[in-house]
């Protein structure tokens, strides 16, 4: 089978679960041709040896230029003249009379042609994305190219109008979600007519390369980690306010956040503000084995996010058995069961991620029982192979050959 992925950017330190996900498919015997929209989000030196192998295969929109964009439409509107102007069409009625987005519509359209001719060129005939599923939605109406998506949530179900759910639900070949929660809210947003067009994918990591660390007993200063997007959604400034708690309470701990993203000025002024300087780090964003590096020194793993779709971040944790404190949101409960995988907490209740946090820092016993229980949970439901295995048999029964 020949698919071709669309990705809204790839590498990304952001997204590795989608590399991830494409190099397994490709073990599992699937050809998979990656475009990308945006640049990477690194230099290449700074990439890891696997994403500078997949950025040597990757044709990435936005940096081929304006001469790629005038050739790829000069092109589709001479050998798809009709699908060209159905598809230009297409991307004004979905804005109705509103002018911004009729723009944005218009970008939309602008890239989803330049893919779509490069796709089509080598005679794929579907494409599958991850954050891209409206250039392919117009890309489908210009192009004898079928599509699927993978939707992650939250912010796709926060204005289901705005991401035309709905019409996706009605032209894809199917999509999937990450979550029978993110299932439940795509059936909200669609026709029950395309209810049988949604499959449940979960995502999935590698225990073999997530392997687990050594349990950690009680130490002169407890290790907290957060890995995230610096971004509102992901509520670091409640984490913030609780560890201010336990520190004002006397106890050693510190905090390391992982990432980067428009909150970060916000943080280090919150930071300052609560005196927290020696309690809490920010490292910005970092590479995997980076990552794993600091996951092999933690004692737990904190995420006191508002909206998720099911963090990839938390099964890492999870697999090198390190407990995790995080939200009873979304999807996260189908991955840890509360005082069995982990410890689920009430979203933006600063106190209650304290008291948490404390409860776990005095019971070492318990965080190992917690972590031991998280891996297993990892490899019954988030196996990377076993999941992703999953997508493959979903490409091979609704993809035609």
């Not at 089978?1 to 952001?14: E, H």
């Not at 989000?41 to 040896?49: F, G, I, N, T």
């Not at 779509?116 to 005939?125: D, I």
Request: proline share 5%; with cysteine; glycine share 8%.
């Amino acid at each position: 089978m020949r698919l071709a992925y669309l990705v809204s950017q790839y590498p990304s330190v952001t997204h590795t679960f989608i590399l991830r996900e494409i190099r397994t498919l490709r073990k599992l015997g699937l050809e998979v041709s990656v475009f990308s929209v945006r640049a990477p989000d690194r230099s290449v030196e700074a990439m890891s040896p696997e994403e500078r192998e997949e950025l040597a295969g990757t044709r990435a929109v936005l940096p081929a230029g304006v001469p790629a964009f005038v050739g790829a439409h000069l092109r589709t509107v001479a050998e798809h003249p009709v699908g060209y102007f159905t598809g230009l069409f297409y991307a004004l009625r979905l804005a109705g009379l509103n002018l911004p987005k009729a723009f944005r519509n218009l970008i939309y359209f602008a890239e989803a042609v330049v893919a779509g001719s490069w796709m089509s060129r080598a005679k794929l005939t579907h494409v599958h994305s991850h954050f891209a599923s409206t250039l392919e939605l117009l890309l489908s109406r210009v192009f004898p190219i079928t599509f699927s998506a993978t939707i992650h949530g939250p912010d796709e179900f926060n204005d289901v109008v705005g991401f035309y759910m709905a019409e996706k639900a009605a032209r894809a070949a199917f999509l999937c979600s990450i979550s029978h929660y993110g299932a439940s809210q795509l059936m909200k947003a669609s026709d029950p007519r395309h209810w049988g067009k949604l499959e449940v994918s979960p995502l999935g990591v590698d225990p073999g390369v997530f392997v687990p660390r050594p349990h950690r007993g009680n130490s002169e200063r407890f290790e907290a980690l957060c890995v995230g997007r610096l971004a509102a959604a992901k509520g670091h400034q409640i984490l913030l306010a609780a560890i201010h708690r336990l520190v004002g309470e006397g106890r050693s701990i510190r905090l390391r956040l992982v990432g980067d993203g428009p909150e970060r000025s916000s943080l280090e002024r919150r930071i300052a503000e609560l005196g927290l300087e020696s309690n809490v780090q920010l490292l910005g964003a970092l590479n995997q084995d980076r990552v794993r590096q600091l996951y092999s020194e933690t004692d737990l793993f904190v995420l006191t996010s508002f909206a998720e779709g099911v963090p990839v971040v938390l099964m890492e944790a999870m697999a090198m058995e390190i407990p995790c404190v995080t939200t009873w949101i979304t999807g996260v409960p189908e991955l840890i069961r509360h005082s069995i995988d982990g410890w689920l907490i009430a979203p933006g209740d600063s106190d209650q991620a304290a008291a948490a946090i404390a409860y776990l820092m005095d019971n070492p016993d318990l965080r190992q029982s917690l972590g031991g229980s998280g891996r297993a949970r990892v490899i019954e439901k988030y196996d990377l192979d076993s999941n992703t295995t999953r997508l493959a048999e979903i490409f091979k029964r609704r993809v035609p050959e």
